[in-house]
């Protein structure tokens, strides 16, 4: 029995004899985890080029630890059924086995729904029509996902074996047995040898990234867009394709990916920053970061068309068990209506129907500058035209799309922006670079692919590493300090505008990532509140720790007191804060 230790909460287990690989434990990325590890491999038999990887996934006890899903099998078991091949006609490891699913019973049905929703979306007409769908639409949209489908909605289990660890052993296939031994601890067992596994995250502690984000140092812009995400699912040395958006200062997020923390933590964004998300749809590269936003101190604005927002709530809801009609209570639902531009303070917004086998949109952003609009175009996911060709029968009793749709979506997908960001991951559910050489947008950056460029490719357009900034309106007022204004009015309620001016009439200082702000025992002559990025508290005979972030105030409390630190700040990103002498601030309290 081989066991290794993959990374936080992920472990895998390994018995040749029986032909068994357990993947234990799936949170984000967890595919990534074992590429790196070289558990999932590309090799060769018979002719066929496959990957390896696992073929029983081991669901962790609890959906949520530390504020971070636990249980998303989504990619793991469509990295079983098609990249090992364990579904495809004619392959090696198409014997009829199905990838396993094991765990608590509530766990193993919750997974079962959170796949169907994953691979469909909305399952009927009559969801579709619930969320807003005009009938004839909805008609015209089942047509199509019946197509992407293959003819027909399929049942997880169809796909899936699950096995349920209940009070006792539970025996896998080979003879190896499974039992929980606590909540979230497991022991397996094969011919007398065991191995326990421990899926629980300790205090403070969070999955790991499979990829190193670095450090930037971003400008809040008037609008501009900071690229968070170029890779896949797949790719395990980038984030997934995602964008934040500033707008007047403000973050906006386009989809919410694996690690989204991570991203935002690299990229010196507190979530108490993040203003809205804009959804393009529910699958998990672009959907599993939402409990991250879950912890702002505010409900963040939730920006999609009705249709993809019902097949989101429905997804969460079945690995969450938070009922769908709940969603409105973690975000400030802002519907919108698909093809039509809506203002949001200033900022327009368009999402347009895109062809994928769950609900999607992509959008186009707009706002007025000199003699018209700079505008960006964020198009994930979208389908190649080749493949959508091939799906054109205007015959509404067959499964597929009309050819009218057809050169809607053509036109829909060519109309220029200033900066357009392509889904390029090719095969049956993504886009193609090609289809975009006559574009006439003024820059085109390709993403969503785990693949390098080709000479092709490359020629038709951008890269945008993680962490770049494409500015299309440069800004030309300092949104820290309009922040800052806001923090000390609100900490300081009733207090005159003039006396606030005396605090803000302080130096804006810039910490280097890892550098510490206010040392344990130390006497704090200086108070810091914290413009952006994100601070760490740390306690040396503690293990509990916390984060601030933008609005938090560092040693205020030891500068009134007089008293040292009880505690060590340390900068987690690049940080900025308003220094205010610790005497002055005294005398103002």
Partial sequence: MRVVPVSTGISWVEVPEADLRVLCGCPADSVKHLIKRGLIIPTERAGVTFETGPNVILLSDVSLQNGAFCNLSEFPILQMLYRQGMIIPGHPNCTGRKPLIM?????????????????????????????GVPPEMAQEW???????????????????????????????????????????????????????????????????TPYHLGYHDLERGYFSIVHSGEGDGWDPERAAMSTIMMFQGKVYLIDAGPNIHGALQALGIGVQEVEGIF?????????????????ADHRIKYYAVPAVRASVAKKLSALTAIAEDSFGEYFEICDLDLGVWSNIDGLEVMPIFSPHPVETTVFHFRTPWEEGYRSYAHMADIVSLD?????????????????????????????PADIKKLDIGGGLIHGCAEDFRGDASGKIILSHTALPLTRVQKSIGSGAPFGTVDDLIPSHQEYRLRAAHGYLAAYFLGVPEHQIRILLNHPVVTFNPESILLREGSICDDVYLILTGLVETIEADSDHNATLSAGAMVGESYAL???????????????????????????FV
């Fill in 279 to 295: 959804h393009t749809h529910c699958h998990d590269d672009h959907f599993c970061g939402l409990t991250t936003l879950f912890r």
């Fill in 103 to 131: 765990g608590l019973a509530q766990q193993v049905e919750a997974q079962l729904e959170y796949v169907l929703r994953g691979n469909y979306g909305l399952l009927s007409e009559e969801e579709m029509v619930a969320a």
């Fill in 142 to 208: 089942m047509r199509m996902k019946l197509r992407f489908a293959f003819g027909a909605i399929r049942p997880p289990r169809d796909l899936l074996d699950t096995c349920v660890i209940g009070d006792g052993p539970a025996i896998l296939p080979g003879g190896v047995t499974v039992r929980r031994l606590e909540l979230n601890v497991f022991e397996f067992d094969y011919d007398g040898e065991t191995a326990i596994v421990d899926l629980n995250l300790g205090m403070g502690r969070t999955y790991e």
């Fill in 387 to 415: 493949v959508l060709g091939q799906m054109v029968d205007d015959d509404e009793t067959h499964h597929g799309i009309s050819s009218e749709l057809m050169t809607q979506v053509r036109e829909d997908y060519l109309v």
């Fill in 561 to 587: 007191s007089g008293e040292p630190s009880l505690e060590t700040f340390r900068a987690l990103s690049f940080v900025r804060v308003l220094r205010i002498p610790s005497a002055l601030y005294r005398n």
